[in-house]
C-alpha cells in the first residue's frame, strides 16, 4: 500500500528553526508561508523541496488549512512578550503600550473547532495570564489537540537573551548573517524555535495521526 506523504503547512515560516529536522521524522510535503521576502529567499536555499510562498499567513491559514495534516504556526508575539511590558513607559528609550496582537488567540480559535488535523501553536511566554490555556516547555508556550510530553528534547542555550549571533547561528546550525533584510539578526536568531523540539513536537503528533491511519484500515 503507497502511503501518502504527510501534508504539513509552516506558518510565520521565517529561517525555518521547527522544520530543521522534520524530514528526518516522515515523508513530507511542506508548504511554508513568510511575509519576508528575504527571508523566504533563505528558507528555499535551506529547504529547496518546500513550496514557499510570499504572503500573510494569518491570511492564507483562513483560506487554506483544511488542506493539510498538520498545521504549525508562530504569530508574531512581541506586543505579548514579558520584555515588551518590561519596555514600555515613560523615557527616551521607552516604548509606548500598545494593543496585543489578537491574531494569536484568532488562530488558536480557527484551529480548534474548525480544522481536523494535529496542530501546534508556538508563542512567548506572556506578560499577562494566557486567555486560553497553553502547555509551557521551556522558553516557549504551545498550543495543541494533541499531548505533548514534559521533555521536547530541547537543548539548552546558555544565556540565551543575551547571547551573540554566532552563538545562535551555531545553536540553529544556520549562519544568520546571510540575511540582508531589514529585521534585526539578533531578533531572527531568537525567534526560531529548537530544531529538537521542533522534532519532538511533529513526532508526537504524527505519532497520533499514524495510529488513527492504522485504526481506520482495521475497521476495513
Known sequence: MTVNKIKILNLYACLGGNRYKWDEVAEIEVTAVELDPELAKLYQERFPNDTVIVADAHQYLLDNYQDFDFIWTSPPCPTHSRMRKTNTGEGERKSKATYPDMKLYQEILLLEHFFKGKYCVENVIPFYEPLIPAKKRDRHLYWT????????????????????????????????????????????????????????????????????NVNQLEAF
Open 145 to 212: 489537540n494533541f499531548n505533548l510530553p514534559s521533555d521536547l528534547n530541547g537543548r539548552k542555550a546558555s544565556n540565551f537573551i543575551h547571547s551573540k549571533v554566532g552563538d545562535l547561528s551555531d545553536f540553529h546550525d544556520y549562519d544568520f548573517r546571510k540575511y540582508k533584510g531589514n529585521q534585526r539578526l539578533d531578533k531572527i536568531a531568537r525567534n526560531l524555535v529548537d530544531y529538537e523540539a521542533g522534532r519532538t513536537i511533529l513526532e508526537t503528533a504524527l505519532g497520533i495521526i499514524n495510529k488513527q
